[in-house]
């Protein structure tokens, strides 16, 4: 599988006018997206784990899945805020 991250999109990305961008600096900004989208992945594995229940609704006759609430939680849990992002420089 190719990495998302191409080439054109990482010369894009690193403004190098002045001179060219080696492929050690595109490999390391690809780590770093990688990284990043890991650390993502976890976060929505545990808010799944943690939250996913609360949306489920069951009667007699039929279990029911709020799909419209998940969903609007679950984009706002998966917004980075302010706090999360100084958290992060640390």
């Known amino acids: 599988m190719t990495h998302p991250l191409t080439d054109a999109i990482c010369e ?7 001179r060219p961008f080696t492929d050690i600096e595109m ?3 690809r780590a770093a997206y990688d990284l990043g989208r890991d ?13 996913t229940e609360d ?3 069951e ?5 029911y899945f709020l799909i419209e609430a998940f969903l609007d ?3 706002k849990a998966m917004r980075p805020t302010t706090t999360t992002q100084e958290n992060n420089n640390d």
């Open 27 to 29: 490999d390391n900004m």
């Open 55 to 57: 949306y489920v609704l």
């Open 12 to 18: 894009g990305l690193a403004n190098t006018e002045d």
């Open 59 to 63: 009667d007699y006759y039929s279990t």
């Open 73 to 75: 939680d679950f984009k």
């Open 39 to 51: 650390a993502m992945l976890e976060q929505v594995l545990e808010w799944l784990k943690t939250n």
